[in-house]
């Protein structure tokens, strides 16, 4: 029988090997909360206590209710306060969106760690069960592919339809073209009618629910656990797939798999018995990212207004 520290290398294995989960789910979840926020203008730095909100109230709502669907919702409440919160100090309170977001990642970190140590009470391991995956007849047996993309959890195939959707939404909608409105040109935007602290609000509750479920998606799809600082830089790395991405849906989708390439890569060589620092292995997915974002120099496509403050009437 395992002991509990060997349980939990052996289901983070399985997490991001790619024979349970897309290992870049997580991450795409946050990505496209983040997309749609900087598209209206909204940098949310903070993704990453977003993430770590959604972990520990989707572990804490699954063990106390018995129920995973009950610790998604709660997931996903998770990151929409702590988004909000952002929302308040960025939007209402026209604050700096870079130290709002480092603050609100300080801040949840401690809170998480907090509260879990309330909720564990001296318990050393504490698991839940997850979501199973559901393979796609025919689709789940294309070599190479089929078992990555098509044999997955709900949540999973949720994300694909969604990176669809959002694609559509800006380019072929009206309404798209106003929230993008919103963060190239605000003031012009709100020459034409449109409300651009409305819609900013807006994409903020989108921002926190998905990225809510990404934390989620850790816990009730992955691993089953919750740990201090689980996140471990997935939210930064989020930000990372969007610039990376060019700030489109499926750029992030790209983004966000060469990521999951590799850190299954790096788990995988470790268990494997590799003989490589662990230390330096760890390191493989976020400098590979950072490579491909130097790569990406230069390609500049962020929005005009990402970032600023916007104040009505003002010049």
């Given at each position: 029988m395992r002991n509990a520290s060997a349980d939990f290398?052996?289901?983070?294995?399985?997490?991001?090997?790619?024979?349970?989960?897309?290992?870049?789910?997580?991450?795409?979840?946050?990505?496209?909360?983040?997309?749609?926020?900087?598209?209206?203008?909204?940098?949310?730095?903070?993704?990453?206590?977003?993430?770590?909100?959604?972990?520990?109230?989707?572990?804490a709502g699954a063990w106390y209710s018995g129920n995973l669907f009950v610790g998604l919702l709660c997931g996903m409440a998770g990151g929409l306060i702590v988004s909000l919160l952002h929302g308040l100090l960025s939007i209402t309170l026209i604050q700096n969106q870079s130290v709002s977001g480092l603050a609100i990642n300080m801040l949840m970190l401690g809170v998480t760690s907090f509260l879990f140590k309330l909720m564990s009470n001296g318990q050393g391991y504490q698991q839940i069960e997850t979501f199973p995956n559901i393979a796609i007849p025919g689709l789940s047996k294309i070599p190479l592919i089929g078992d990555a993309f098509f044999n997955c959890d709900f949540l999973t195939y949720i994300l694909y339809v969604l990176l669809i959707l959002t694609w559509i939404f800006y380019k072929k909608t009206n309404l798209g073209l106003s929230f993008m409105a919103v963060g190239?040109?605000?003031?012009?935007?709100?020459?034409?009618?449109?409300?651009?602290?409305k819609y900013r609000w807006i994409v903020m509750v989108f921002n926190g629910i998905l990225g809510g479920i990404g934390g989620a998606y850790l816990v009730l799809v992955q691993l089953g656990v919750f740990t201090e600082n689980m996140i471990s830089g997935r939210g930064y790395i989020a930000l990372a797939t969007v610039i990376l991405g060019r700030y489109t849906p499926f750029g992030m989708f790209g983004a966000a798999l060469l990521f999951g390439a590799a850190n299954a890569l790096q788990i995988r060589l470790q268990t494997i018995g590799v003989s490589i620092s662990p230390f330096l292995l760890a390191i493989l997915p976020y400098a590979l990212t950072l490579i491909a974002m130097l790569g990406a120099a230069g390609k500049n496509s962020e929005p005009e207004a990402l970032a600023k403050p916007y104040v009505k009437g003002s010049r």
């Open positions: 290398q052996f289901k983070l294995y399985d997490g991001f090997s790619g024979r349970s989960s897309s290992s870049g789910s997580a991450l795409m979840y946050g990505g496209i909360g983040e997309t749609i926020a900087e598209k209206s203008g909204i940098l949310n730095i903070g993704m990453e206590g977003v993430m770590l909100s959604g972990a520990f109230f989707s572990f190239e040109h605000p003031r012009a935007a709100e020459s034409a009618g449109i409300q651009v602290k």
